[in-house]
């Protein structure tokens, strides 16, 4: 056998025609990596001329680091390989486009296994030099400026295997596009179907059932693509990018890798099989195998025709009939218009009617089931017997949470790890509740996200609207606060993972004073917490407003880390530790502290809305309509008044109906505050001369009356009796 005939005889051969296509690839992966490190290793050194750097070590640090983010996982590539991955596969094998090069490459005496082999082995080929040779210049300029470590490398070669496995899949999804068509925009389009049909679906499936069922949930368990490496990759890139190490960057990298690598295989062998069974006569048509043109049809009119109906949906302010036509509209067009592209005849935009019809029958279908709820989404409640546990999060409560590698972690995914309820008897019987209840007749309604993890592994969320004044819901939500598994999955203070040596400072705030403790504290003040949450419950927390807020900052590796811990009146524990440590101070003010209260009346009931669709929304109480004769505008009125007072006698009958509106107050009533929160706020002034332990930084401190406690004499002080400002 001559090398000619041989296998990487015929790769020499089958490389001479890709020339172009070495030199996209060489260029892109050398401008890209080689260009980022250059840049960003740039941008290190000048920061260090110009001081940001206090030490050569910490410069050294930054420059590892700035490697890393060049050479290892970098959200500058993705994009890039998944270009490269379609460009690569559809010129190797775009000889299926034209049936002259079919007849002429099916005359070599080539077996077909071996042309699809040539052209695929050829096609990674190319890939992998390209992405080690720029890896290779990028890992020598860094080495040339002393920014190359063993962590810079292991996080290289992490990343090459990464690269290499989401290069894969797009690399095999592209060959598919390119067996299953005969032209390259009809190529172009199956690809992008490949990529976003199951993103696409899940996001219309989601906007369904947000806009027909009730209790629908997004918050602990949101339906998501999960064969996409697109996805994949936008959701658990930066959590990579900031792992501590190339070991944990590893434990959440690899599995996806190896996931792709999967699908990877699975795509290529799906390709094989259609190569295989491709006929040579179907080079340029729009669809090589006849029988998948229907299927096609179908499967992209029905989520392209919600796409349409959901943008005139949103775009007519919730419109449900035109929702309906657009989704038929739109599932007509589609159809349509794809059996022009299958004949590149505008004649054929009413042919194949029953293939159109089933799609119309299915986007209805679709359609009937959200509506009407035919599944029963809204009525399900799972037996008590079959709940293995229950995670809850009822709104008003909101923090920062962190894992044990100061890793972030949203409210949702912190909740749903820690949070196992396991008396769910009160939980059951608040949702049987709300599903009697009237959300219209309700004082106060708030959200409450149920996640229920059942014994046969499955969970699945609801979320449901419950009444904070009603005594019933009061009892079932004092039960929930009560139980420690729902104070360690809502309190990262009471499970504390992380080590108290890493906390650098503490500070006791109650809204103007701030109270100092050294990072030594932590264990101590933290236990004290602890001891005082025993008592904690929803009455508490609903009646009583947080006298100050203890922050302990982390550091050593989990900079911006910080955990807060409420105090409240009858911690007694907690008050006395920062008492002993002279870090207490009371949330009252003296007012010969003060040197003066500005209070501005925003005099809200004065206020016009230009659109009644905003009448309730205090953000618009600065707005008006102006009737002015012959002029027919919208002009900016400001009703606000400022008044300063000066008396400490004034000053003393102000500060016992105040609080700082800068500690929140999860679950408080806020409705006892709200109309004159919005309507009022002040601006304390403290003395300069003042032993009051204020935050000597700040000019000024706001603080909001609570609701009906406005004195009158300020209300008469800042009532409105003058023209209103233009």
């Known amino acids: 056998m001559t090398s000619k005939s041989s296998f990487w005889g015929s790769c020499r051969e089958n490389h001479k025609r890709r020339i172009w296509v070495w030199i996209v690839a060489v260029l892109s992966q050398i401008l890209v990596y080689g260009g980022m490190t250059m840049i960003y290793l740039s941008r290190i050194k000048g920061f260090y001329e110009g001081g940001t750097y206090r030490s050569l070590a910490e410069y050294r640090q930054a420059m590892y680091q700035a490697a890393r983010d060049a050479l290892g996982f970098s959200d500058n590539l993705f994009g890039i390989i998944i270009i490269l991955a379609a460009i690569i596969a559809m010129q190797g094998f775009s000889y299926l486009y034209d049936r002259r090069k079919v007849d002429l490459y099916h005359s070599v005496p080539v077996s077909k296994n071996r042309r699809f082999a040539v052209v695929y082995v050829n096609g990674l080929m190319i890939y ?64 992008l179907v490949f990529v976003l049909y199951e993103s696409a679906a899940y996001t219309l499936i989601n906007n369904l059932k947000r806009v027909f069922f009730e209790t629908y949930s997004g918050y602990f368990i949101y339906a998501k693509a999960n064969l996409s490496p697109l996805l994949d990759c936008t959701e658990n890139i930066w959590q990579i990018k900031n ?22 295989l699975v795509v290529l062998a799906v390709a094989w099989f259609a190569y295989r069974k491709r006929a040579s006569e179907t080079a340029g048509k729009a669809i090589a195998h006849r029988f998948l043109e229907p299927v096609l049809k179908v499967a992209v009119a029905i989520p392209a025709a919600y796409l349409i109906g959901q943008l005139m949906y949103d775009s007519s302010y919730e419109n449900e009939p035109l929702l309906v036509l657009g989704m038929l509209f739109g599932g007509l067009i589609v159809c349509a218009a794809m059996e022009v592209v299958y004949d590149f005849d505008i004649r054929s935009l009413c042919k194949h009617l029953l293939s159109s019809g089933v799609a119309l029958a299915g986007i209805l279908a679709i359609f009937c089931t ?57 939980v059951l019987t608040l949702v049987q509740n709300a599903g009697q209840a009237d959300r219209e007749e309700m004082s106060e309604s708030h959200a409450v996200q149920i ?21 019933e819901t009061e009892a079932l939500l004092n039960r929930i606060f ?92 907690t008050i006395e530790y920062l008492k002993a440590r002279e870090a207490y101070y009371p949330a009252g003010l003296d007012a010969a502290d003060i040197d003066s209260i500005t209070v501005i009346c925003y005099h809200n009931e004065l206020s016009q809305y230009p659109d009644a669709a905003y009448q309730d929304d205090p953000g618009y109480a600065f707005y008006r309509e102006a009737e002015a004769v012959a002029v027919d505008t ?86 409105y009796t003058g023209e209103a400002d233009e």
């Open 634 to 719: 919208y002009v900016y009125v400001d009703y606000t008044v400022r008044e300063t007072f000066y008396e400490e006698e004034q000053i003393a009958q102000m500060l016992p109906h105040i609080y700082p509106s800068a500690i929140d107050a999860p679950w408080y009533a806020y409705g006892q505050d709200t109309d004159d929160q919005n309507n009022y706020s002040l601006e304390i002034v403290f003395k300069k001369d003042s032993a009051y332990p204020y935050e000597r930084g700040s000019y000024y401190f706001n603080y909001n009356f609570h609701n009906g406690e406005v004195p009158d004499f300020v209300a008469e002080a800042t009532a």
């Open 243 to 264: 792992a501590k190490d190339a070991a944990a960057a590893a434990r959440i990298a690899m599995p996806l890798a190896a996931k792709w690598m999967g699908i990877a």
């Open 370 to 426: 959200f509506k009407w709820d035919l599944l029963g989404y809204d009525s399900y409640i799972p037996a008590q017997n079959k709940i293995e546990s229950i995670a809850i999060c009822a709104d008003g409560y909101y923090d920062s949470y962190w894992d044990e590698n100061g890793n972030y972690l949203d409210n949702s995914q912190y909740q749903s790890r820690y949070m196992f309820l396991e008396d769910t008897e009160p």
């Open 128 to 191: 992998l030099a390209a992405n080690l040779l720029g890896l290779i210049l990028g890992m020598v300029t860094a080495a040339s400026q002393g920014a190359v470590n063993a962590e810079v490398m292991a996080q290289a070669g992490l990343a090459f295997v990464w690269n290499l496995a989401f290069f894969l899949a797009f690399y095999h999804m592209m060959i598919l596009a390119v067996m299953l068509t005969g032209n390259r925009f009809v190529t172009i389009c199956v690809f």
């Open 482 to 573: 009560r139980t420690e598994a729902f104070k360690k999955g809502i309190f990262q203070g009471i499970l504390d993972e992380t080590s108290y040596d890493q906390v650098e400072a503490i500070n006791y705030r109650n809204g103007a004073a701030v109270g100092m403790l050294p990072g030594e504290d932590a264990k101590g003040l933290r236990d004290a917490w602890v001891k005082d949450m025993e008592q904690f419950d929803f009455t508490l927390a609903r009646h009583n407003r947080p006298c100050g807020i203890i922050s302990m900052v982390y550091g050593e590796g989990i900079d911006f880390m910080q955990r807060q811990y409420y105090v409240y009146e009858g911690f007694t524990n």
């Open 451 to 471: 996640l229920y993890r059942l014994k046969s592994g499955r969970q699945t969320a609801r979320m449901i609207w419950v009444d904070y004044d009603d005594p």
